[in-house]
């Protein structure tokens, strides 16, 4: 069993910062791509962010120049720093990771979101 357990959301006004933290843990050989995507009220889930286990990264357009995805293999951990904050940033941030486990098969699994506030 992994589970994934993300920090660092919460309210901040707009043009400020926050640190999302997402740690997994449990039966991990190794884990592939590290993704946060974020689902607003009404609106469907998005991908935010995306790292490669050699660290390549993609943002989606909205983010660009104002967050970064980031990752500690050592740590099982992925981060998201984001600046620059907007209201249309406000949503739940979720966690997602591709985790090969001891029995050395692939599985997506996800954290249980936290909220991030943004107001103007």
């Known amino acids: 069993q992994v589970q994934l357990v993300e920090s660092g959301g919460g309210l901040v006004q707009a043009g400020g910062s926050l640190r999302l933290s997402c740690a997994a843990s449990?039966?991990?050989?190794?884990?592939?791509?590290m993704d946060w995507y974020r689902q607003a009220p009404g609106k469907q889930r998005e991908l935010v962010a995306r790292?490669?286990?050699?660290?390549?990264?993609n943002y989606a357009d909205s983010v660009k120049g104002r967050f970064t995805i980031s990752r500690d293999n050592a740590k099982n951990t992925v981060y998201l720093q984001m600046n620059s904050l907007k209201p249309e940033d406000t949503a739940v941030y979720y966690c997602?990771?591709?985790?090969?486990?001891?029995?050395?098969?692939?599985?997506?699994?996800w954290g249980q979101g936290t909220q991030v506030t943004v107001s103007s």
């Open positions: 997602h990771a591709e985790v090969i486990t001891g029995s050395l098969r692939v599985y997506g699994y």
């Open positions: 449990g039966s991990i050989v190794s884990i592939n791509g």
């Open positions: 790292i490669t286990s050699a660290g390549s990264t």
